[in-house]
């Protein structure tokens, strides 16, 4: 079992294109439905398009209250990630070497996180307040690691 380190890039970017994907499904699907009730409203005689409106407009609703909560806990997830991507480059500073060359194995900013740096490995300890921290040079028991960039 390999320990997974990611970079700065990989904290920036992750997980946008699932969003992109269920983003254009909604909208596919809303489309669909205002196609199929305006066709609903021309002909009003044939109820095919009435059901066909309302199970749609069904479905939406149920996608998008799966949605919210999925969104909240998406919202919550970059905040976290942003806050270890602010914490690298403060690493970066105080060890003076680029953001580039640092990776972490653990995607929150939290006690015992372990970094990767120039082939270095150090384990971070935070203050209660988390207002200050100490980087400690370690060793890994397990030295299969994988870098995710």
């Given amino acids: 079992m390999s320990i997974n380190f990611y970079g700065l890039s ?36 044939q109820t095919k398009y009435r059901d066909l409106s309302l199970i749609l407009f069904l479905s939406l609703l149920f996608i998008l209250g799966t949605q919210y909560a999925e969104y909240q806990q998406a919202e919550a997830q970059d905040e976290s990630s942003s806050q270890m991507a602010v914490f690298l480059h403060t690493v970066a500073d105080q060890l003076k ?9 653990n995607l929150t ?12 490995y150090y384990v971070l300890h935070l203050s209660n307040d988390r207002n200050s921290f100490r980087l400690e ?9 994988n870098v995710v960039e």
Wanted: glycine residues 2%.
């Fill in 109 to 120: 900013l939290s006690d015992e996180t372990l970094f990767l740096v120039d082939n270095e």
């Fill in 97 to 105: 070497v680029p953001v580039e060359k640092i990776y972490v194995n």
């Fill in 137 to 145: 040079p370690t060793y890994l028991a397990n030295t299969n690691v």
């Fill in 10 to 45: 990989y904290l920036e970017n992750r997980g946008s294109i699932n969003d992109v994907i269920k983003y254009v499904i909604i909208f596919a699907i809303l489309i669909f439905f205002v196609f199929v009730f305006i066709r609903y409203l021309r002909s009003r005689i």
